[in-house]
């Protein structure tokens, strides 16, 4: 079996899932609310904590730009809203409370949006940052025979006293999703790593910790894989999910409370790891 040199074995040695409804698939996003419930998923019938009549269900991806299909979700954890991006309706905030999502953008700068894929909000200033993977194709063309992906993807920020959207980045290859650390904690670990020189581990411990899931593509096999690491693009540990996603790329790997939730665009569930 093909393995990189560099995995190790991991931590997180106890897997449980969690089911999704029958026929539902793709939970690529996770998110918890600021009081911990969760986990909150995205499906391919375009759901996240509402119920459309016509889409209920479905695994169609032609219903796409039917019925949606949103792709990440992050919390703004004072208010407790949650924004989400849909790869055809662009950015969504839904309200503490619930109800139906607002359609806050569907362009940048004059651009439309084609497949926006992830979103992350500041938590000290409630900018909401997020991608677009491309201003030429679609998330309906990603399966198309003789597709080939494009460097037009974009990063672009929502600015909640304007309301206005500002691209931040352009020239992306298929961007995916942003993580935001904030300045403050970028400065607390360098003052901190130069004053005492505290091993990986310990930095490993602070903030500004990001989780990255990859892909590598053996002779016949796609072998999904995890990545911690730091601030500074340092790497602190390295995850194998082979055993529960074989053959299977993973698309989101979400830390909450010592548990990794881990989910993919084409399983019926979410993975649980823990210590």
């Known amino acids: 079996m093909f393995l990189p040199s560099f995995i190790l074995s991991p931590p997180y040695s106890l897997f449980s899932k969690i089911q999704l409804q029958p026929r539902l698939t793709g939970p690529e996003s996770v998110a918890f609310d600021p009081m911990g419930g969760g986990p909150y998923v995205v499906v ?124 931040l980045l352009r020239g992306l290859f298929v961007a995916v999703g942003p993580a935001v650390v904030s300045m403050a904690a970028k400065q607390i670990q360098l003052r901190s790593f130069k004053r005492s020189g505290e091993s990986k581990q310990d930095q490993e411990d602070t903030s500004g910790r990001f989780l990255v899931n990859i892909a590598t593509q053996g002779p016949t096999l796609t072998y999904p894989q995890g990545l911690r690491f730091d601030a500074f693009g340092e790497v602190l540990l390295a995850m194998n999910f082979d055993e529960q996603y074989y053959n299977t790329s993973i698309n989101v790997i979400q830390e909450h409370n010592g548990l990794l939730y881990v989910g993919s665009r084409v399983v019926d569930f979410v993975g649980v790891y823990k210590n």
Request: glycine fraction near 12%.
């Open 44 to 167: 391919t019938d375009g759901r996240v904590l509402k119920t459309k009549q016509l889409c209920d269900g479905i695994t169609d991806p032609n219903l796409g730009p039917t019925c949606g299909r949103p792709l990440a979700l992050s919390f703004n954890l004072v208010t407790g809203d949650l924004y989400m991006v849909d790869a055809y309706r662009g950015l969504h905030v839904v309200g503490r409370n619930g109800g139906r999502a607002t359609q806050l953008a569907t362009s940048a700068e004059g651009t439309p949006f084609r497949l926006l894929n992830g979103v992350d909000v500041d938590q000290t200033t409630g900018v909401v940052n997020f991608s677009d993977s491309s201003t030429t194709f679609e998330l309906i063309n990603l399966t198309q025979p003789n597709f080939v992906p494009d460097s037009t993807g974009g990063l672009m920020k929502y600015d909640l006293r304007t309301k206005e959207v500002k691209v």
